[in-house]
C-alpha cells in the first residue's frame, strides 16, 4: 500500500498540496517514520517543519502534530502541538515564510565574519611597493601617457592612505585596479626601474599578504 493510502483522503490531499511548494529555499526529505518533513535548504540551518501523526476527533476532524522551527519570526526555538486540519497549511505557509524571509537577507552576518584585513608587516611591504611603482610612474612619464599616470598615482596614493582601515578585499580590489590601469596604458616596467629584490618583495605580497589570484605583477615586471 502507497504511503498516500496510509491515511485519511483529507490529510493525503493536503500533504500534496503542501509538497507541491518545494522550491530553491526549502526541500522535503524522506519522512521516516513521520507524514512530512520539511527542511530549510540551507546546509547550516537546522529550521525544519515536521509533521509526526495524525488523529481523529470523536467529531470527525483530525488533528495532525507538528513540530517546527523556527517557532515563528521572534523566537528561532522549537515548538511542537497539535492543529486542526484546516489549519495546517496555514501554518505551514506561516514557516516557509520565515524561512523565505532568512534566505532573502543580504549576507552581512557572513561577510563580517569573514572579512579579513591584512596584517601590519604585509602592509608596510604593500605601502613599499607602491611607493616603488610610483616613482617608477614618474620615469615612464610621456606627453601622451601623462594624464593616464597622473590619475593612476593619485589612486596609488589614496590606496597607501587606506592601508590601515580598508579590509583584505577592498585593498585586492583597488590594487587590481591600479595595476590593471596601468597595463592598459602598456607601462612595462624592468630591471631599470625594479630591482629584482624589489620586485621579489611585491611578489611575496601578492602570494601572501594579498592573494589577487592573478599574475598582475608577472605580466607588469
Given at each position: 500500500?502507497?504511503n498516500k493510502?496510509?491515511y ?7 500533504i ?6 518545494e ?12 507524514i512530512?518533513?520539511?527542511?530549510d535548504?540551507?546546509v547550516n ?11 481523529t476527533?470523536?467529531?470527525g476532524?483530525i ?6 522551527k523556527p517557532?515563528?519570526k521572534?523566537?528561532v526555538?522549537t515548538?511542537?502541538?497539535w ?16 524561512i ?12 563580517s ?14 605601502d ?8 617608477a610612474?614618474d ?8 594624464s ?8 596609488i596614493s589614496?590606496?597607501?592612505e587606506k592601508?590601515?582601515?580598508e ?8 590594487l ?12 612595462k616596467?624592468?630591471k ?8 621579489e ?12 589570484g ?6 607588469l615586471?
Amino acid at each position: 500500500m502507497s504511503n498516500k493510502k496510509k491515511y485519511p483522503l483529507t490529510l493525503s490531499t493536503e500533504i500534496a498540496e503542501i509538497r507541491a511548494l518545494e522550491d530553491d529555499k526549502i526541500k522535503f526529505v524522506l519522512p521516516g517514520k513521520n507524514i512530512l518533513c520539511a527542511k530549510d535548504r540551507d546546509v547550516n540551518s537546522k529550521f525544519h517543519f515536521t509533521v509526526h501523526k495524525y488523529q481523529t476527533m470523536n467529531d470527525g476532524t483530525i488533528q495532525v502534530f507538528v513540530s517546527k522551527k523556527p517557532t515563528s519570526k521572534d523566537e528561532v526555538g522549537t515548538e511542537k502541538k497539535w492543529i486542526y486540519l484546516d489549519q495546517f497549511k496555514q501554518a505551514f505557509l506561516s514557516w516557509k515564510s520565515i524561512i523565505e524571509a532568512y534566505n532573502s537577507l543580504n549576507n552581512i552576518f557572513e561577510e563580517s565574519e569573514h572579512i579579513q584585513y591584512i596584517d601590519s608587516e604585509s602592509k608596510r611591504k604593500l605601502d613599499y611597493a607602491l611607493e616603488i611603482i610610483d616613482k617608477a610612474l614618474d620615469n615612464k612619464k610621456t606627453e601622451e601617457n601623462k594624464s593616464a599616470i597622473d590619475s593612476i598615482k593619485k589612486d596609488i596614493s589614496s590606496l597607501r592612505e587606506k592601508l590601515d582601515t580598508e579590509n583584505k578585499k577592498s585593498i585586492t580590489s583597488k590594487l587590481e585596479s591600479i595595476l590593471n590601469k596601468i597595463k592598459k596604458i602598456g607601462i612595462k616596467f624592468s630591471k631599470e626601474f625594479l630591482s629584482e629584490a624589489q620586485k621579489e618583495v611585491i611578489k611575496r605580497i601578492i602570494k601572501g599578504g594579498i592573494d589577487l589570484g592573478k599574475e598582475f605583477i608577472s605580466d607588469l615586471i
